[in-house]
């Protein structure tokens, strides 16, 4: 059994059955949680005082979005931005706003003039 510390009228006691020495408890908030009770098919276990406490910290979620400083026309039927038309010869840009925690490589290429980005769906 397991409960969150930091709010215990909120959260009442959660149990779990786990099937090796490293399996994972549910957290649904962030948030210090307390093991306190344990015990296999037949018999109560004791907790090490000094493991019962863990934090759950949330990592948000990845997202890319086209900058609203980015002028841009959303067409909703294929979810894409298209930009003005630039003369050959003529720089220009695009702002992207990444948020969130990325736990895996991104890869932006560009290729036929359209931006994709990897592992995500396309946002552009």
């Excluded at 962030?30 to 493991?51: F, H, K, R, W």
Aim: proline share 10%; net charge negative.
């Amino acid at each position: 059994m397991y409960r969150h510390i930091l709010a215990p009228d909120r959260f009442q006691g959660y149990t779990a059955t786990v099937s090796s020495p490293n399996g994972h408890l549910e957290a649904t908030e962030p948030g210090l949680y307390e093991i306190s009770s344990v015990m296999d098919a037949q018999c109560p276990g004791t907790i090490n005082p000094e493991g019962a406490i863990y934090r759950v910290d949330w990592v948000p979620r990845p997202s890319a979005r086209l900058s609203p400083s980015s002028e841009a026309t959303y067409e909703r039927h294929n979810r894409s931005h298209v930009l003005s038309p630039v003369c050959e010869g003529i720089d220009d840009h695009v702002d992207l706003e990444l948020t969130g925690d990325l736990i895996c490589p991104l890869r932006i290429t560009l290729a036929d003039f359209s931006l994709r980005t990897s592992p995500f769906p396309d946002y552009i």
